[in-house]
């Protein structure tokens, strides 16, 4: 009773601890705080039925809503509270993996857990994403469970393998509908436990293909296949809400062009390895000094020494870490985008794993040399307060509760805006922030907002329901001025253009 007890001590205190933390930081309402403009347009689309932006998120999208519905501030403030609950379950995960990774002593393997959780959790850009609108604590929990789900080994008994394959192929298919980077996951994914007889994959020459192919465990994969598709049906939500007469509607996916369009995330695809090469290497200088920001440099140390010498336990994660650290920075570096470094939020967690192995086999080592039993507590302490002191000097950075730029531009917006108005927007910032306070607030219905996205047609399209009102010239693809031009003559409105960092933010003309 006593050792079951134990079990749930740092699980508990992990659970307290970031949950307190990340409650004091998160942002009371729509922010701007932390990278966080692309908040409006989830929640909006959420609560609204709509689509959000490329890639669509029908999986994120789904969920939001669930909890939108819960009954405690905001509707912004409910949707922050997802990233904020997500983020201490993909903490509880870590640690749990660290525990059952590590092959010493189960109070050091429990401790070592701990930690490894609680510095994942405090990490800077996790942490930031946590108290936020955002998809990426989501997807951070989605990779944690796929690694958890992984029949590596003898750690799963035979009778249950089906049932991992089944959960695990349900469970990618849903993290599909979330964010699509997690198809990074996918090659190890299928490799892991699918020989039979538990066979390495390392082990086998890979000259000898008739001999690898016997061996594949082909139900297993098929199983997992199946299942990962059942997963993807989340996806025949789109057109669905496509159809709903949501003013949040990118793509008009009704049709197969729109939905190609938007979840292979061919507004962005240009940027995909197309960084400048003059920026390659400063960027590369910058991901070095991002991972040094999230743990410190104990940490970097920390962890560098858990991957070169884990137990022989945990040596069976590393190849499939290490795939997963490697591509995410490959993306996440030739990524054209001022943003990017937030898809290294996986590559920090497989990393928050190593630090954790590296915790457990130093304390394993202090354990052995300890013959007065006051080392090792020493040494225990010693790595919570590495954690801690990053903590300290990060807090002011992530910190989101007191951001209130996006409601003091939205409500100045709502005030001073002329009856009528057409305002144009330049930015994701003012843009997204008006989209909440129009369409999922209902404030200033005579108002209409657009984007700097009027010269594609399926937005014109929207539009064109939204406001049924207004002249929507069928002129300007490809031309956004083109297309501005037209609706400003075809319709006796005042125009406004916002400028959301400036002392005017409204700036209209009659």
């Not at 013959?371 to 000097?393: E, S």
Request: with cysteine.
């Amino acid at each position: 009773m006593k050792r079951n007890i134990q079990r749930f001590i740092f699980p508990l205190l992990l659970l307290t601890s970031l949950s307190v933390i990340y409650a004091s930081t998160i942002a009371p309402g729509l922010t701007w705080a932390n990278r966080g403009a692309d908040g409006g347009d989830f929640i909006t689309a959420a609560a609204t039925g709509g689509v959000a932006h490329p890639t669509g998120y029908p999986t994120y999208l789904a969920l939001a809503r669930l909890f939108q519905m819960i009954p405690v501030g905001n509707l912004a403030f409910r949707t922050n509270l997802m990233s904020a609950f997500f983020a201490v379950l993909t903490a509880l995960i870590v640690a749990d993996l660290v525990r059952r990774s590590f092959t010493g002593s189960e109070k050091i393997a429990r401790w070592s857990g701990f930690i490894a959780g609680l510095a994942f959790g405090l990490s800077q850009l996790f942490w930031s994403q946590a108290v936020i609108t955002e998809v990426y604590t989501l997807n951070a929990f989605f990779a944690a469970l796929i690694l958890r789900l992984m029949p590596i080994g003898s750690e799963h008994s035979p009778r249950w393998r089906p049932w991992l394959d089944r959960l695990g192929g349900l469970v990618f298919g849903l993290a599909l509908g979330n964010q699509i980077t997690i198809l990074f996951l996918l090659p190890v994914w299928l490799l892991v436990g699918i020989l039979k007889n538990d066979v390495e994959l390392p082990r086998i020459r890979w000259d000898q293909m008739r001999s690898l192919i016997a061996a594949l465990n082909w139900h297993s994969l098929v199983r997992r296949g199946g299942w990962l598709l059942l997963g993807l049906v989340i996806y025949i939500t789109i057109p669905l809400r496509a159809r709903s007469g949501s003013p949040v509607n990118w793509g008009h996916a009704v049709d197969w062009a729109g939905f190609r369009w938007l979840i292979s995330g061919g507004f962005y695809q240009e940027r995909v390895f197309h960084l400048p090469l003059e920026y390659l290497w400063p960027r590369i200088r910058n991901w070095a000094g991002w991972l040094q920001t999230q743990y410190g440099v104990i940490g970097l140390a920390l962890g560098f020494y858990g991957l070169l010498y884990g137990s022989p336990r945990a040596k069976r994660y590393y190849w499939i870490t290490g795939w997963i650290f490697l591509m995410y920075s490959i993306f996440s570096v030739g990524y054209d985008s001022s943003d990017s470094y937030a898809l290294l939020i996986p590559a920090y967690l497989v990393f928050a794993l190593w630090l954790g192995l590296g915790v457990g086999n130093l304390l394993d080592e202090i354990n052995r040399l300890d013959h007065k039993n006051w080392l090792l507590p020493l040494a225990g302490v010693l790595t919570l307060g590495v954690v801690l002191f990053n903590t300290r000097l990060l807090y002011p950075q992530v910190d989101a509760s007191q951001d209130t730029r996006a409601e003091v531009f939205a409500q100045a917006v709502m005030e001073n805006a002329p009856p009528g108005a057409i305002i144009f927007n330049n930015d994701d910032e003012d843009i997204f922030a008006l989209r909440y306070y129009t369409y999922a607030l209902g404030q200033r219905p005579d108002i209409a907002v657009f984007s700097g996205a009027l010269q594609y047609g399926w937005y014109r399209e929207v539009m064109r329901a939204t406001y049924p009102d207004l002249i929507i010239p069928g002129v300007g693809d490809d031309c956004f001025t083109c297309a501005r031009s037209a609706l400003i003559a075809a319709n006796d409105r005042p125009i406004c253009e916002t400028f959301p960092y400036d002392d005017e933010v409204l700036v209209c003309q009659p």
